[in-house]
């Protein structure tokens, strides 16, 4: 599978594509230029190479392999100009030349971002359900919408394969070829998650949102940020001047606050604060749970009461819900289509219910991966029946959150199964052992506390426990296919996996009998 690419794409001149940037080399080839992108691998005769510096190589390594495969010319930065010689096709080279590659990318795909309505949004948790939640509202309205973001590229009810889906927020040269071929096939709308590093890589630019909207702040990715500051500046560019038409902000968030004020103190953008404080244009007020999955709270805008509904759980989901009605309103969408839209909104592995039929357990498959987002989901599960969890934790990846994962999975459930994530490079035993440890620290008097090797055998296992009355939460992997392991990714969908383990529980024995023995 390769990136995605619009069927057609009209040849320009390269200089003018890269007119008015400040690049040095061959400015003033007329070499028509009909596709760019990042890898060799992908290049197409008459396209712009980008070799750009990766986390082993640099992509100059690869131009000769890029004009081999027809590469019309190479745009670089100063390292890789030092590593080309001799390649026969214009070579442009800039000091900034993620800027330089994000213009180029655009007008290459005639500037697709306006001919849509574009909403984006960033923060550290909840991109993938705000955008979510913006699409099914603008579907309510009649329009049709794509989504961009860690759950894959969709347009309506397709889903727009790509080998670059595992990204939250694609490279600049995927990006614009994506809205493209959203534009080609009738998108009159695309909400797109933009990551921290979307923004201190240029990956958005030169797009001016229709809407773009800021959720929360917290600590994530300081190993790529240098500083939590860092972190949020990042995100707060989001935000600068000529960024985005209007700025959803949620003000109840101390980053948002700073976000809102930088915002109203430039004044190019309308800034629409949404929060619980009565200061709030958009005010959330009187959230209550409906069991078992489902949310309803008022909002109060422009002295009119709403009633919002969701059928996901958890005040946190209210909250970009809230933010997620403001942006569209910001857009012109009516209210009546926006909460229509949201009040039936469903989200691949995000508090997704496992349908199993009658007389089954409430399986709820979440792709909650952070101390703060197991908290979220379990305590959105508290009160229903006895609570059986299935955690494990990636490896590779921050250590620091294993035993709190576990300390607070062992805190809110009556059975914490605890297993595997994606591996990766590290030994599965040694990490269970660190969520295990903070698991039993936290344990409570009369609850279960289980270690099952492997996420096959765990999910069996939380199904063979479970009864009518019982909710099981399979946490972690939420919409993943696959599972990472030190040599290979193989099939592995918890959804499936809940599925089958609960119609081979059924095979094995009486539910009703097998209920409560947790
Ligand atoms: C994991 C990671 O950091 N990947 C980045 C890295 O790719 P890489 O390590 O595969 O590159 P490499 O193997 O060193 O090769 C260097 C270059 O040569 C090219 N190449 C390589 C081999 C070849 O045969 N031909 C060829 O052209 C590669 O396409 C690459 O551009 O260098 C590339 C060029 O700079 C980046 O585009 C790419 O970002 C990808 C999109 C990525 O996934 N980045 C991560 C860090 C990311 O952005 N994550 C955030 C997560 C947000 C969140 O979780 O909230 C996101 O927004 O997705
Ligand atoms: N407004 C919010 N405030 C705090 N936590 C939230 C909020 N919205 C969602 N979350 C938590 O964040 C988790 C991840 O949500 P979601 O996938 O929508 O976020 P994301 O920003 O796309 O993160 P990722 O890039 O890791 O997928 C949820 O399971 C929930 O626990
Ligand atoms: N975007 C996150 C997702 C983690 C999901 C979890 N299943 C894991 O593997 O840790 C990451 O790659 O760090």
């Not at 290049?43 to 000769?64: D, K, M, N, S």
Request: glycine fraction near 12%; hydrophobic fraction near 45%; aromatic fraction near 4%.
């Amino acid at each position: 599978m390769t990136s995605i690419r619009p069927t057609h794409t009209t040849a320009a001149p390269l200089t003018d594509l890269v007119a008015g940037l400040d690049l040095v080399g061959d400015t003033t080839s007329p070499v028509p230029i009909s596709g760019v992108s990042l890898s060799s691998q992908e290049i197409q005769p008459g396209w712009l190479y980008l070799a750009l510096p990766g986390r082993q190589r640099h992509g100059a390594e690869f131009a000769c392999a890029a004009v081999d495969s027809g590469a019309a010319a190479v745009l670089t930065d100063p390292e890789g100009a030092g590593l080309l010689d001799g390649l026969g096709v214009p070579v442009l080279v800039a000091d900034d030349v993620r800027a330089a590659m994000a213009t180029v990318s655009a007008r290459v795909f005639g500037h697709p971002s306006r001919r849509l309505t574009t909403l984006g949004v960033t923060g550290t948790n909840g991109k993938t359900t705000t955008v979510a939640l913006v699409k099914a509202g603008l579907m309510a309205g009649g329009r049709l919408a794509g989504t961009i973001g860690t759950i894959g590229f969709r347009l309506g009810g397709e889903e727009l394969r790509s080998s670059r889906s595992t990204v939250t927020t694609p490279e600049s040269p995927d990006l614009q070829a994506l809205l493209a071929v959203m534009v080609e096939r009738g998108a009159d709308a695309v909400a797109v998650e933009v990551s921290s590093h979307a923004m201190a890589l240029n990956r958005v630019d030169p797009i001016e949102f229709d809407v773009a909207a800021f959720l929360n702040l917290g600590r994530d990715h300081l190993d790529f940020h240098h500083s939590i500051e860092d972190y949020f500046e990042a995100k707060a560019k989001l935000f600068d001047a000529g960024r985005a038409r209007s700025s959803v902000v949620w003000v109840d968030d101390g980053a948002g606050r700073v976000i809102a004020d930088r915002v109203a103190a430039h004044g190019q953008s309308r800034l629409i604060t949404a929060g619980t404080g009565p200061e709030a244009d958009y005010r959330m007020s009187d959230y209550r749970p409906v069991h078992p999955l489902g949310g309803v709270a008022t909002v109060t805008r422009g002295g009119e009461d709403l009633t919002l509904e969701l059928s996901l759980p958890g005040v946190y989901n209210m909250v970009d819900a809230v933010v997620a009605l403001a942006m569209l309103e910001a857009v012109g969408l009516p209210a009546e289509a926006a909460l229509r839209g949201l009040s039936k909104a469903q989200i691949p592995g995000r508090m997704q219910r496992v349908d199993l039929g009658v007389g089954a357990p409430l399986v709820v498959v979440d792709f909650a991966h952070t101390p703060q987002a197991v908290e979220a989901a379990l305590q959105s599960l508290q009160g229903i029946g006895t609570l059986i969890t299935v955690l494990g934790c990636g490896g590779d990846r921050d250590a620091e959150k294993r035993p709190e994962m576990g300390a607070v999975a062992a805190r809110l459930s009556d059975v914490t199964i605890i297993t595997d994530d994606n591996p990766r490079s590290e030994d599965p035993a040694a990490i269970r052992a660190e969520v295990m440890a903070g698991a039993r620290a936290a344990q409570r008097a009369g609850t279960q506390l289980i270690e099952v090797p492997g996420r096959r055998a765990a999910v069996e296992n939380a199904l063979q426990m479970a009864g009518g009355d019982t909710v099981v939460a399979i946490l972690g992997k939420g919409h993943e296919r696959g599972q990472i392991l030190a040599d290979r990714t193989v099939d592995f969908d918890d959804v499936e996996e809940a599925a089958r383990a609960w119609s081979r529980a059924g095979e094995e024995g009486d539910p009703d009998a097998r209920a409560h023995d947790a």
